[in-house]
């Protein structure tokens, strides 16, 4: 069974930085995209940013590019999304998400961790 | 860059048929594949429609999808509605290695 579980999400200060982890079981971690998505209590999805299997391809939606990294570690299963230069707007849910292939669509997700960014 | 838009709601009484739109801007809906995810509150979205047509493992077939390209948008149609149905509705494509979705449409069942 595939499981995507997030970790790291906190109340944080406008201007500060955070990392998320997203450890990842139930499936060949190194065959696939992952990604990061958002959701703004009560407001839709938003793809934040994808890697691809090996790294080789990286990107970003144009509200992040620039402020978070994403990266992986396939031999631990583990997806990151480094975050830096918080702003307000940053504040949602945080979803890992397994894409089906290379950066296609996204079939399993896991349960969010809440980034708040507030004084 | 690719877009897509969803009307903000929908609404229907069980047993009917509703359909949601998903309309393309900055592209043609026929050149990229659109997937189709219900998302419950407090859960996690789950795929019901991939590649345009197909219906993701364990979907009732009361969920089907279509694209029109001279609307230039994509449409999920649930039939027979339920009250289980009443949830989020988003579509989803990928440009250029980036997802992208729409804003969701929220599906009241009256």
């Known amino acids: 069974e595939v499981q995507l579980v997030e970790s790291g999400g906190t109340l944080v200060q406008p201007g500060g930085s955070l990392s998320l982890s997203c450890a990842a079981s139930?499936?060949?971690?190194?065959?696939?995209?992952m990604h990061w998505v958002r959701q703004v209590p009560g407001k839709g999805l938003e793809w934040v940013s994808g890697?691809?299997?090996?790294?080789?391809?990286?990107a970003y939606a144009e509200s992040v590019r620039g402020r978070f990294t994403i990266s992986r570690n396939n031999g631990g299963n583990f997806l990151y999304l480094q975050m830096t230069s918080l702003r307000v707007e940053d504040t949602a849910f945080y979803f890992c998400?397994?894409?089906?292939?290379?950066?296609?669509?996204?079939?399993?997700w896991g349960q969010g961790t809440l980034v708040t960014v507030s004084p | 860059n690719f877009m897509l838009t969803q009307p903000h709601s929908v609404s229907d009484s069980p047993g009917k048929t509703v359909t949601i739109s998903c309309t393309a801007t900055?592209?043609?809906?026929?050149?990229?594949?659109i997937q189709w995810y219900q998302h419950r509150p407090g859960g996690t979205p789950i795929i019901v429609i991939f590649?345009?047509?197909?219906?993701a493992s364990g979907v009732p077939d009361r969920f089907s999808a279509s694209i029109d390209g001279s609307s230039n948008s994509a449409f999920l149609t649930i039939s027979g509605l339920k009250t289980e149905d009443e949830a989020d509705y988003y579509c989803?494509?990928?440009?250029?290695?980036?997802?992208?979705f729409g804003g969701g449409t929220k599906l009241t069942v009256l």
């Open positions: 989803q494509s990928y440009d250029r290695d980036s997802w992208v």
């Open positions: 900055s592209g043609s809906i026929v050149s990229h594949f």
């Open positions: 590649e345009d047509t197909k219906r």
């Open positions: 998400a397994k894409d089906v292939g290379h950066l296609r669509f996204p079939d399993h």
């Open positions: 890697v691809s299997w090996n790294s080789a391809t990286v």
């Open positions: 139930g499936f060949n971690f190194d065959d696939y995209s």
